[in-house]
């Protein structure tokens, strides 16, 4: 959480970090780690029979199944062999199956991904979407059944501090250019929109492919709802995603990842991150997917101490992991580090009805009421009478909180078990 002084009636000017000019060098490349970890989401605590197992070899690029009845796959981002497959219980308590590989520093590509030539067909490409860096939802922009009809490119990553789709749009433009070639042939989308800082494609308009709109650099104006009321004039109701009102929304890295899979014929296997240090300076890097953080903030020179703070994400909205060990994954945009003296540790205070919360609000939830819900684990009532469902997750009640208390916590843990028990009635019906 970042330091604030005491707001009373104002509402704090939040601003995203605007990249002015960038080099071609500006993404620092990583080292290739000895060992990654992939995860497979579970969707039920069943057994399941693995496939595969400790000694067998992968391929970078290949897609392997790993559990018996199951349609969900891997793809290996590197060469090597399996070295450990074990259980692992991610945020929220969602549980995994963990792949360890060991890495070797040559990497042979498999050749499933390719068709004639280099290039993947429509087909082929269709089937490995799924596994992109940045984690782009190209399912729901594909679903013929309930097709999309405009696309927003997000050239402005949500949270503060991170800057990684800035520098993809500074130093990607070719790419990006051919990556919304490559989004028309496997969508049917007509109407697509780049969203950017000012400034950010000023020399391109014509050039790009796509319609560019300049939002103001305050947070949150990047969030895909925000966006939605600023800049398309629709609001999402409660409860209801982007892409059930026809609108699907993809970063800027995945469209570049599009490009280079359908350009060279090969799964894009990396991940830009942006890595904020002690003292909030960021560089933004391209490692391997897989890689474990430790390996990340070693070949920056980044020192961690005990009771320092580890979050994937910015500091309004990133999750805290408790392990060095716990690798970069395709939605992994950022890794922040908090020493422990900058840490504001949250409280188990009574809300003193203050109103900051209700008054920074952008979806204007009246959040001193829902709290007290969520707080009791009334989670049905929240949504029913108090607008749960509407909050876009932007933090901004927990940060200007007087009592310390973890408002954006408890938002995200009430949404989960809202969605538990909805699921549950459903099965039961």
Known sequence: MIKRPFFGL????????????????????????????????????????????????????????????????????????????????????????????????????????????RIPTRETALRFLGSFPGAPDFSSLIDFRNPVNTIVINGIDSDLLISTNQVIVKTGFEDLREGIKDLRKITSTSRIIIVVTPGAMASQVDEIGAQIKVIKPVYPNAFPKIIMKNILGRVPPAGKCCEEMGVGFISAEGIVALAGAFEKGEIPVNKVITVIDKDNKAVNVRVRIGTPVKDILKALDIETRDRDRLVLG????????????????????????????????????????????VRICPVNIPVNMLIRLLRNGLYEEAAERYDLLSCVECGLCSYVCMARIPVFHYIVLGKHEFGRIMSVEESNA
Not at 326 to 343: E, F, L, N, R
């Open 10 to 117: 104002a509402k704090p000017k939040l601003k995203y970090s605007v990249i002015e000019d960038v080099e071609k060098d500006v993404i620092k490349e990583i080292p290739l780690s000895p060992k990654v970890t992939l995860f497979l989401k579970l969707h039920d605590e069943g057994d399941h029979d693995l496939l595969i197992k400790v000694g067998d070899k992968v391929k970078t690029g290949q897609r392997f199944t790993v559990m018996e009845g199951r349609e969900d796959y891997l793809i290996s981002s590197v060469t090597g062999t399996i070295a450990g497959i074990s259980p692992y219980t991610g945020y929220l308590g969602q549980n995994y199956t963990a792949i360890s590989i060991d890495a070797a520093q040559e990497d042979e590509w498999d050749d499933e991904f390719r068709d004639e030539g």
């Open 314 to 357: 910015g500091p309004m909205n990133g999750r805290t992991i408790h392990s060095e060990d716990v690798p970069v994954m395709y939605d992994t945009d950022a890794i922040m580090v908090q020493d422990k003296s900058q840490i504001i540790c949250g409280s188990d205070s009574q809300c003193v009805n203050c109103g900051e919360c």
